[in-house]
């Protein structure tokens, strides 16, 4: 795993060497035939849904222990949708990394962050909640003062984890928060206790609260680097990263899933090498390859 020091020019040469494995293993032709097809998959979906709300969905990359054909996966799953339009819907992709054993690492409940050069998030057009620290309702009201009075955008609900825990504890309680706003945050000092407040729902909708440090000043900062970036759980051997929406140009999309690709893999422990496949998907798709390793084809 390379060491990052301080000096940008350093941290450019460090990075490089990952950049030309994954320009070498990666074809962008590959990535943008499995982000057309999801699209055209998509577009399908949505004229086809009477769900009159719009919903966020997303393109991930993923990964799968099956093998699965590349080309016939693609031309598959572009022949079963004609070509319409996204209608009123926000779809993202999802990036699925394989790897070849378990890595060991410490503090697996805290997101990796991975800035983007195409966000998926706009702060300004965000409905965030905010999730605090307080002891028995005290802390929450400081929050929401200060969040008022400094004006940060995105935030539309303060919630303490007291009121979290009292207000929230059924399970349709849980969804209906879940499905309530577009993106979680949450003060990283209470991050690990979060999962078992908030259930299986947001797991399942990929809308895990994203920690951020609230113990300085700069709130607005915090919000707006978390809105930038996608984030990397390092559990298993199996990772699903959020890398795309539907809403973005195919090249934005293409982009995203590149840079994700060089900045998880400089975070893996054994690095590129380590990752036995790659795959994209929509929440509802199958996952199309777009990288298998060599272990991964004879296997």
Request: proline share 6%; with cysteine.
């Amino acid at each position: 795993m390379p060491v990052f020091i301080r000096s940008r020019g350093t941290r450019r040469r460090i990075q490089a060497p990952m950049q030309n494995k994954v320009d070498k293993a990666i074809k962008p032709s590959q990535v943008r035939k499995a982000i057309d097809a999801l699209l055209t998959f998509i577009g399908k979906q949505n004229d086809a849904s009477t769900n009159l709300l719009d919903e966020e969905d997303f393109i991930y990359l993923v990964r799968r222990m099956s093998g699965i054909a590349c080309h016939r996966g693609i031309h598959h799953l572009a022949s079963s949708c004609p070509n319409t339009s996204l209608s009123t819907h926000i779809v993202s992709f999802i990036q699925v990394i394989a790897l070849k054993k378990v890595p060991e690492t410490r503090g697996k409940d805290k997101p990796i962050p991975l800035p983007l050069p195409n966000p998926l998030y706009n702060v300004q057009d965000t409905e965030i909640c905010l999730f605090v620290k307080d002891h028995k309702g005290e802390g929450h009201a400081e929050s929401k003062s200060k969040v008022k009075a400094e004006k940060i955008p995105g935030i539309a609900k303060v919630l303490g984890i007291s009121k979290l825990k009292s207000k929230y504890e059924s399970h349709e309680k849980k969804r209906q928060l879940c499905n309530s706003y577009d993106l979680f945050l949450a003060d990283d000092r209470i991050l690990p206790s979060l999962p078992k407040l908030i259930g299986k729902t947001f797991f399942k909708k990929k809308k895990q609260p994203i920690p951020v440090k609230l113990s300085g000043k700069d709130w607005a900062k915090e919000v707006r680097r978390a809105c930038g970036c996608t984030f990397m759980h390092l559990t298993g051997s199996s990772m699903t990263i959020r890398v795309a929406k539907a809403s973005q140009t195919p090249e934005e999309c293409v982009e995203n899933v590149i840079d994700v690709i060089t900045k998880a893999s400089g975070k893996i422990p054994g690095s590129f090498k380590e990752i036995k496949s790659l795959y994209l998907k929509s929440i509802d798709s199958v996952a199309l390859p777009i990288y298998q390793s060599d272990a991964a084809i004879v296997s």
